[in-house]
């Protein structure tokens, strides 16, 4: 059974940093591109960043480039999203993602197929 | 960025009802979509991929069709258990991205 366990959130004042973690078991972690979404309270989804399998690829959103970092250690089947400079509006559940390449006939697709349960982040004097 | 516009917003439907969802993208996207549901509390869950293709386990009342910029998400017969929030996502490009949802409630 796939389980993507989140660690990390909080309370944290405008300007601070935090650095959130998420613990993979059940699956073959390095084979895996991985991601971080999230949810404010209320509002949908947004897809923040992703590492491909070996690390050697980062992408991020435009809200948050420049101020997040996602890493990985495949050794300890761990993912990581490292948030600087906070905002009032990254106010949100954020979750961890596996994302699957699916082969089909039709070519090739990916998926977020697997979700952590979440962790929370407040940003707020 | 490729943007994704989901319509309705919200819809409401009796149990037994046919439903469809709408998303569109901004620029063609192929059939690089998906469509997950959420449940208040919980995290998303994986309905299809690929426009049309249903994930494992998912009931067969769910169906997905489109390409190019117009998708749709269709429940044949309305269950209880599907009263929940409706999100498509593309993945044509690795900026991956949402739509705002469909909120779907009971009538």
């Known amino acids: 059974e796939v389980q993507l366990v989140e660690s990390g959130g909080g309370l944290v004042k405008p300007g601070g940093s935090l650095r959130l973690s998420c613990e993979a078991s059940?699956?073959?972690?390095?084979?895996?591109?991985m991601n971080w979404v999230r949810q404010a309270p209320g509002r949908g989804l947004e897809w923040v960043s992703s590492?491909?399998?070996?690390?050697?690829?980062?992408f991020y959103a435009d809200s948050v480039k420049g101020r997040f970092t996602i890493s990985r250690d495949n050794a300890k089947n761990s993912l990581y999203l490292q948030m600087k400079s906070l905002r009032v509006e990254d106010t949100a559940v954020y979750y961890c993602?596996?994302?699957?390449?699916?082969?089909?006939?039709?070519?090739?697709?990916?998926?977020?197929?697997?979700w952590g349960q979440g962790t929370l982040v407040t940003v707020s004097s | 960025d490729i943007q994704m516009t989901q319509s309705p917003s919200s819809l409401s439907a009796s149990v037994g009802d046919r439903v469809t969802f709408t998303c569109r993208a901004s620029?063609?996207?192929?059939?690089?979509l998906s469509w997950y549901q959420q449940k208040p509390g919980k995290a998303p869950n994986l309905l299809i991929f690929?426009?049309?293709t249903l994930q494992s386990g998912v009931p067969s009342r769910f169906s997905g069709s489109g390409s190019g910029t117009d998708f749709t998400l269709t429940i044949s017969s309305l269950q209880p258990e599907d009263f929940a929030t409706y999100y498509c996502?593309?993945?044509?490009?690795?900026?991956?991205?949402f739509g705002q949802g469909t909120k779907l409630e009971i009538k």
């Open positions: 059940g699956f073959t972690y390095s084979n895996y591109s």
């Open positions: 996502q593309q993945s044509y490009t690795t900026l991956y991205t």
């Open positions: 620029q063609s996207i192929s059939n690089s």
């Open positions: 590492i491909t399998s070996s690390g050697a690829y980062l």
């Open positions: 690929a426009a049309s």
């Open positions: 993602v596996r994302e699957n390449v699916y082969d089909i006939s039709t070519g090739y697709y990916m998926a977020f197929v697997d």
